[in-house]
C-alpha cells in the first residue's frame, strides 16, 4: 500500500484532512505534518476523540494517522530559525520541525513516502491589497504558501478576487508555475477552481 505525507492539516475542517481521508479510504497510510503552534491542541483533540466523527470512512472504519509531525515549512534547517521563534514557548516543546529535519524523520521513521501534498498557506496580511501589503508580509506569504510537489490553489492567482491580497495570490502564481512540471498535481489545481471556497480556517481568516 501507498504511504502519503499531509503537509497542513491542524483541524478536520481543511482540504488535507479531506485528503488524507481520500487516501486512506483507498488504502494509503497516512501520515501528517502539523504546523508546530497548532499541534498541541490538534493532537489533543484527536486524542480526545473530537474528531471521530470526521474520521469516519466509507467502509465505517475510522482513518487512522500513523504519525504526526510537528512543522513549520517557512524554515529548512534549525540555523534559518530566528531566536524568537526558537524561544517561543509554542515552539520550545517541540523539536525537529523544520523542513530537512522531518523529512530526516519521516526517513528515520518509514524510510520512504510515496504521496507528498502541500495543503499550507499563510497570508499574514491577506486581508490587506497588495499595494498596502509590507514587503516582510509579501514574502512571509510567498514563504509558507509555496510548495514544488501535490499542491492546492485558488483561482486568484489568475483573476482578481477582492479580499484575497498580502501576496497570497502572487504565491499562488508562484506555487502553480512550480506545480506546472508535475502532471498530476495539475488535475487538483483544476478541481480547486472549480468547487469554490471551502469554510477551512484558513478560508474564515479570509471572511471567506
Ligand atoms: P486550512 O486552514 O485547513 O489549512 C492550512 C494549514 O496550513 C493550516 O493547518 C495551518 O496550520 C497550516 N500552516 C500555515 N502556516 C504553516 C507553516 N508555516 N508551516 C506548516 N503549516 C502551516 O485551510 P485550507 O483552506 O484547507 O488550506 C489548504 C490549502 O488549500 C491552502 O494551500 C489553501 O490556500 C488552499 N485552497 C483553499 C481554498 C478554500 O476554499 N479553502 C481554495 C483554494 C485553495
Known amino acids: 500500500s501507498k504511504r502519503a505525507f499531509i503537509a497542513g492539516v491542524a483541524d478536520d475542517n ?24 497548532a499541534l498541541n491542541i490538534f ?34 534547517n534549525p540555523d534559518d530559525v530566528p531566536e524568537d521563534i526558537k524561544s517561543n514557548k509554542r515552539y520550545a516543546g517541540s523539536s525537529n520541525w523544520t523542513v530537512k529535519e522531518v523529512a530526516e524523520s519521516v526517513k528515520q521513521d518509514f524510510g520512504s513516502i510515496d504521496i507528498l ?14 499595494l498596502e501589503t509590507s514587503r516582510n508580509g509579501y514574502l512571509a506569504a510567498l514563504s509558507a504558501s509555496r510548495g514544488s510537489s ?42 480547486i477552481k472549480s468547487t469554490g471556497p471551502l469554510r477551512s480556517r484558513a478560508a474564515k481568516a479570509i471572511g471567506f
Open 14 to 37: 481543511g482540504y488535507g484532512w479531506a485528503i488524507a481521508k481520500s487516501l486512506a479510504a483507498a488504502g494509503a497510510e497516512i501520515l501528517v505534518g502539523t504546523w508546530v503552534p
Open 43 to 76: 493532537e489533543t483533540s484527536l486524542r480526545r476523540g473530537k474528531f471521530d466523527e470526521s474520521r469516519v470512512l466509507p467502509d465505517g472504519s475510522l482513518m487512522e494517522i500513523t504519525k504526526v509531525y510537528p512543522l513549520d515549512a517557512v524554515f529548512d
Open 117 to 130: 501534498v502541500h495543503s499550507l498557506a499563510n497570508g499574514p496580511e491577506v486581508s490587506k491589497p497588495l
Open 150 to 191: 501535490l499542491s492546492l490553489t485558488y483561482i486568484a492567482s489568475e483573476r482578481i478576487i477582492p479580499g484575497y491580497g498580502g501576496g497570497m495570490s502572487s504565491a499562488k502564481a508562484a506555487l502553480e508555475s512550480d506545480t506546472r512540471p508535475h502532471s498530476f498535481a495539475r488535475y487538483i489545481i483544476h478541481r
